[in-house]
T-cell receptor
Framework: DAKTTQPPSMDCAEGRAANLPCNHS???????VYWYRQIHSQGPQYIIHGLKNNETNEMASLIITEDRKSSTLILPHATLRDTAVYYC??????????????FGQGTTLQVKP | SQTIHQWPATLVQPVGSPLSLECTVE??????LYWYRQAAGRGLQLLFY??????ISSEVPQNLSASRPQDRQFILSSKKLLLSDSGFYLC???????????FGSGTQLSVL
């Protein structure tokens, strides 16, 4: 199973871009990278996912390196409401196509005014 | 759109009492379903997952069990709660392997 490594915490100034890194050096070719975030005492919220191409949606951009061993989630203009724990997850490739996701410790992003 | 309903939002139970948390799904059929637990200040731990009615896989040995009596119903149970069962329990669903997870709002369980 591919593991991910994220910094435990980061700060970002309000209105600036937040760049959250994730290492997944053992990722295999058919595994996707998913990003979720969790605001205190709520269920996690899906942000974005990708395989090898960069992705962008209304919430964020996902930049995946060419060797796929790392990725960066970019929140282009962070707001105070973006303060949360951000999880980088690699989909576990297993039999029965279960699609289960294993969450690590994540990065606590603190957006400051 | 797909929605997960979980209840209750908060639950306080004495040690040794039974537990039943229910999760129901709307807006889709035949989802994969998951139970996660989050201890205070910790990440999410996958407890159980189910790919269909009556099919349950356990991820970690524990005091809890899960059942899926209907396609869109997933139940987390215990016969006798332990203090260590306290935590934030989340039910999640997935339409197919490469789709995103959608989560319920969670149940905060305190075992006293």
């Amino acid at each position: 199973d591919a593991k991910t490594t994220q910094p435990p915490s980061m700060d970002c100034a309000e209105g600036r871009a937040a760049n959250l890194p994730c290492n997944h050096s053992t990722i295999s070719g058919n595994e996707y990278v998913y990003w979720y975030r969790q605001i205190h005492s709520q269920g996690p919220q899906y942000i974005i996912h990708g395989l090898k191409n960069n992705e962008t949606n209304e919430m964020a951009s996902l930049i995946i390196t060419e060797d796929r061993k790392s990725s960066t989630l970019i929140l282009p203009h962070a707001t105070l409401r973006d303060t949360a724990v951000y999880y980088c997850i690699v989909r576990v490739a297993g039999s029965s196509n279960t699609g289960k996701l294993i969450f690590g410790q994540g990065t606590t992003l603190q957006v400051k005014p | 759109s797909q929605t997960i309903h979980q209840w209750p939002a908060t639950l306080v139970q004495p040690v040794g009492s039974p537990l039943s948390l229910e999760c129901t799904v709307e807006g889709t059929s035949n989802p994969n379903l998951y139970w996660y637990r989050q201890a205070a200040g910790r990440g999410l731990q996958l407890l159980f997952y189910s790919v269909g009615i009556g099919q349950i896989s356990s991820e970690v040995p524990q005091n809890l069990s899960a059942s899926r009596p209907q396609d869109r119903q997933f139940i987390l149970s215990s016969k006798k709660l332990l203090l260590s069962d306290s935590g934030f329990y989340l039910c999640a669903g997935r339409l197919k392997a490469y789709e995103k997870l959608f989560f319920g709002s969670g149940t905060q369980l305190s075992v006293l």
